[in-house]
Structure formats: C-alpha cells, structure tokens
C-alpha cells in the first residue's frame, strides 16, 4: 500500500492535534468556578459529538457553509444548555479562545519528519483556511507541502468532493492519495472516493460497518511511519 501512495493528506483535529488534551485545562478551569458538579471529560465528549453533528447538518441542509469554528461555536452553545448552563457571550468565548492554542500529540512532528522523505505531505482539513495556517505555522510548526481546507468546496469531510478536490489540485489520481485520520468516517469518506486510508486508532473507537474499510490500523504516527517506509 504505502509505495503506490504519492501524497498523504492528513487529517488535522484530533489527529496531528490534540484537542481534548489541548482544550480540557480551559473547561475544567471554567466548570470549577461556575458548574463544579460537572465532569469536564464528559462536557468535552458532548462537545465534540455535537460538532460532528453541526458539520453533517451544515453539509446536508445545504443552505451556506458555515465554517469550522462556527460549527464549534454552535456545538458550544448547545452544550451549554444540554448542561443546564446559560451560553452567555463571555463562557462562550472563554472556551472558544482555547482553539488557537491547540497542540499537536508529541509524536507526530518526528514521524512527519521521516515520512517528508517519500512522500508529498498534505494537510487535508474542515477548518478554516486563515485558521489552518495560524495552526500549522504556529502550532504544528511544520512544512508541508500543502494545506487544503474543505471550505473551498462548500462542504464538510467526508463530502465526496473534498477529497476529488484534493487530488485534483495535487494533481493526482484518487488512488495516488492516501488519508490519515484519526477519525474514522474521514477514512471511510476517503475510501469511499477511491483514496487509500490508514486509520489512527488514537481513541480506541471502532470503524463502521462498511465495505470501505481502512488498509492498515496504526496506534499513533510513529506506527503509521515505521508501516509506510
């Protein structure tokens, strides 16, 4: 699999960066002060269920694409009330200052580092552009040879035309591309459009039941580089 592969794409949130790990300090520091009863592991978990869900809704209604960090909002907003929380401006925007800081897993930069050898290295992301290039330049502090928002498409992965796009302006065929996703639908959207795909199993969560299954499971990417070359 991996010698047939020219470019990777790269999933960004929740794969190169670490967002529970980078954005539990700030909502634990909040509930502490102002909902002590609630766990900030579980006020993350819904978060992120309902972003997903804000990004699906976007997609589908079709009605403008809203953008990644609108999504996060909304999904904040709802959490709020799902916790019984009033989602006044200033805990909204609390919680919404921690995005810009978010920090990539440790291992990650090492294994890009042996992995830029073979292969073109694409970050492949739903966020915003000005934001991708805030994060990677700042945050990730990594080259890579090219940062694609999904936002050029008007879509949310795993839009199938987020990926065509993709390999369109690599100039690559679909199967010259090969997707890296902590997230499980991302990987299967990429099959499903004729990508290759490994998975980072970095939450222990299974793939769904589907033909478009994932080539290869990896743990983090020191397995994903030591797999590929």
């Known amino acids: 699999m991996g010698p047939t592969a020219s470019a990777l794409t790269f999933d960004l949130f929740g794969t190169i960066l670490d967002l529970g790990g980078s954005l539990k300090p700030a909502i634990t520091e909040l509930l502490a002060r102002e909902a002590p009863t609630r766990s900030p592991e579980a006020f993350w978990d819904q978060w992120r269920t309902r972003q997903r869900l ?25 959490v709020f009330r799902l916790n019984e929380m009033e989602p006044t401006e200033g805990r909204i925007q609390e919680l919404m200052a921690a995005w810009p800081g978010l920090l990539p897993f440790p291992e990650v930069v090492p294994a890009l580092e042996r ?9 492949l992301s739903n966020g915003d552009p000005h934001f991708l290039d805030h994060l ?7 080259t890579f040879d090219d940062v694609i928002s999904a936002t050029g498409n008007g879509a949310f992965k795993p839009h199938p035309g987020v990926y065509r796009r993709a390999a369109h302006l690599l100039g690559l065929e679909v199967n010259e591309c090969l997707m890296v996703s902590a997230n499980a639908f991302d990987c299967v959207g990429a099959r499903a459009c004729g990508f290759q795909a490994v998975y980072v199993d970095r939450y222990k969560m299974p793939v769904e039941d589907t033909p478009f299954q994932p080539a290869l499971t990896v743990e983090d990417f020191t397995q994903l580089a030591d797999a590929l070359l």
């Open 115 to 123: 992995l830029r050898k073979r292969y073109r290295l694409v970050v």
């Open 136 to 142: 990677v330049e700042k945050q990730v502090e990594f």
């Open 54 to 78: 804000e990004q699906y809704q976007d997609t589908i209604m079709m009605v403008g694409h809203a953008g990644y960090l609108e999504t996060v909002r909304r999904a904040l907003h709802y």
